[in-house]
Each structure stands twice: as C-alpha cells, then as structure tokens.
C-alpha cells in the first residue's frame, strides 16, 4: 500500500521560513515526478513546485525564487523549503508523485496535506 505523509506545516509571520517534508513508502518513487500542490479555502488545488528523478525543478511564478524543491531518493522523501512566506502562501499543502505528469493535478498518489497559515 502507498502512503506519503506530509510533514513540516504550522503558523508562521510573514517574512518567515517552513520546511516541508513528504516522507513515501509502498513502492521506490526514484523514477517518478514529485510535486507540491496547494488548496487555499474556497479556491481549486494549485501546482507550487515538482522534480524529476533527474533532478529538473519545475515552480510555480508565484514561488519562484522563494521555494526550492528537493528530493533525497535514498529516504523516497520530497522538501519543500519555503522562504519569504506571505499571507497568500496560506494553504492546505499536498504532495503527490506520478510517472508522467508535472503541473497539472492529475498525479497517481497523494498525500493528506498539512496546513500553512502565514500570518500578516
């Protein structure tokens, strides 16, 4: 059975900093795309961010420079380090994999997500 677990989410004041951790298990994920998505309150799911097993990051505009995504195959676990969060950045974050796809949400497996809430 697949599991991935999100980890790393809580309140924050603007300008701050989170960790995100995605921790896999069930099968190997080295081969599959890894991505970040998000769910603010009344809004549809958003791509933040995903990576190739070749290490190619793919972001959202909105992230780019303030996000990095990052992947360590050994412990099948997927980062999301956020920097320079705002209040728009507030969020139920999910990670997800998939063998083909990168932005759209239509990945194979999903996380439970955890919240973000980035106080102004």
């Known amino acids: 059975q697949v599991r991935m677990v999100e980890s790393g989410g809580g309140l924050v004041q603007a300008g701050g900093s989170l960790r995100l951790s995605c921790a896999a298990s069930g099968r190997t994920f080295s081969n599959y795309y890894m991505g970040w998505f998000r769910q603010a309150p009344g809004k549809e799911r958003e791509f933040v961010a995903a990576?190739?097993?070749?290490?190619?990051?793919y972001y959202a505009d909105s992230v780019k420079g303030r996000f990095t995504i990052s992947r360590d195959n050994t412990k099948n676990t997927v980062y999301l380090q956020m920097n320079s969060l705002k209040p728009e950045d507030t969020a139920v974050y999910y990670c997800?994999?998939?063998?083909?796809?990168?932005?759209?949400?239509?990945?194979?497996?999903w996380g439970q997500g955890t919240q973000v809430t980035v106080s102004s």
């Open positions: 990576i190739r097993s070749g290490e190619s990051t």
């Open positions: 997800a994999a998939d063998p083909l796809t990168t932005y759209s949400t239509d990945y194979q497996y």
